[in-house]
């Protein structure tokens, strides 16, 4: 259950950073990563992104 909650967590604190460097809102910035696949990526491979700073995945 944890790690849900924590990957939940990740996954949004992923979509405020990139609404930020892209000057998006958070739903333009999660629309953006439906359409071109970034929220299957951010759920594949959270195990290794999790590690990665915002600025190297965003």
């Known amino acids: 259950m944890d790690n849900i909650k ?3 967590e990740y996954i949004i ?3 405020n950073e990139f609404a930020k460097r892209h000057k998006l ?3 333009q910035a999660y629309r ?5 696949r ?3 990526m ?3 491979f959270y195990d290794v ?3 990665l700073s915002f600025k190297d995945t965003t």
């Open 49 to 51: 992104m999790h590690t």
């Open 38 to 40: 970034g929220m299957e």
């Open 25 to 27: 809102t958070d739903t």
């Open 6 to 8: 924590n990957k939940t």
């Open 32 to 36: 953006y990563l439906k359409r071109f």
């Open 13 to 15: 604190a992923s979509i």
């Open 42 to 44: 951010l759920e594949r």
